[in-house]
C-alpha cells in the first residue's frame, strides 16, 4: 500500500471519528420502542349497573384485565433535564363476562390504542442513571367488541368511545452509551372506555423500552 492511499485512510478515519463525536456532543433527537404489560381498572360494579339498567340481575361479572403492550416514541431533548416526546400507545386488550339472570351472558373485549405528547423532566442521580418524570396529554381510542347468549340479545355487536385525557407517569433511565439508552417507566392513562363499552377506566402501563439518540 503506498504513501498517499495511507494517508487517505488515515484522514478518513480520523474524518469518522470527529463525525461521530460531533453526533455525540450535538445528541438531541431521539426514537425509540418499547413493550410491556397494562393493567385495566375495569369495574364490575359499573358493569353491573349497566345490566341493571337493562332490567338483567348480574350474578357475576370475571375480568381480564392485564395484556401485553407496546409503544412508538419520537421525542427532542432541549437540556439535560427537559424533553418533549410524542407517542403512540397500544395497551392491548381487556375482556369481561358478565352472567346475568334469567340465564344469560354478556361477553366483551375492549381495544385501546392512541397517540399523545408528553413533557419530560430528567433528574441526573448517579453515574449514567437518571430519574424521570412525565405529564402529558394523550388521545385514545376504545373499541369495544360483544357477543350474547341466552336471554342477552345485543341490539349491536360494537361500540367504540374516543377520549382526550391526562397521563402521567415516572420511571428510571440508563444510558448505556451517549446514543443508546433503556428507560423502565410507569404510566396511568386516565378516563378510558365509557358508559356504551361498559365502565370507564383508568390503566396502569409498566413498559422497557430502549432508545436511540441522534
Known amino acids: 500500500m503506498n504513501i498517499k492511499k495511507l494517508k487517505y485512510l488515515n484522514h478518513l478515519a480520523l474524518g469518522l471519528l ?5 453526533a455525540d456532543a450535538r445528541a438531541q433527537f431521539f426514537v425509540g420502542i ?3 404489560q397494562s393493567k385495566a381498572g375495569l369495574n364490575g360494579g359499573d358493569i353491573s349497573s349497566q345490566l341493571l339498567d337493562l332490567g338483567f340481575t348480574s350474578s357475576s361479572v370475571s375480568l381480564s384485565d392485564k395484556t401485553t403492550s407496546y409503544g412508538l416514541k419520537l421525542g427532542y431533548q432541549f437540556t439535560p433535564y427537559v424533553a418533549v416526546e410524542g407517542n403512540y400507545t397500544d395497551l392491548g386488550k381487556y375482556s369481561y363476562q358478565a352472567n346475568v339472570q334469567p340465564t344469560g351472558s354478556l361477553n366483551s373485549e375492549l381495544t385501546v390504542k392512541g397517540y399523545g405528547l408528553d413533557l419530560i423532566g430528567t433528574l441526573p442521580i448517579i453515574d449514567k442513571f437518571s430519574l424521570l418524570g412525565k405529564a402529558g396529554v394523550q388521545r385514545m381510542k376504545t373499541d369495544g367488541a360483544f357477543s350474547g347468549s341466552g336471554s342477552i340479545d345485543l341490539v349491536t355487536s360494537g361500540a367504540s368511545q374516543t377520549s382526550t385525557t391526562g397521563k402521567l407517569g415516572f420511571g428510571v433511565q440508563y444510558d448505556v452509551t451517549k446514543n443508546l439508552g433503556l428507560r423502565l417507566e410507569v404510566e396511568r392513562f386516565r378516563k378510558l372506555g365509557g358508559s356504551a363499552l361498559g365502565s370507564v377506566f383508568d390503566a396502569d ?8 439518540k441522534f
Do not use: K
Open 205 to 212: 402501563n409498566y413498559s422497557l423500552g430502549v432508545f436511540f
Open 34 to 36: 418499547s413493550a410491556g
Open 18 to 22: 470527529l463525525l461521530a463525536a460531533t
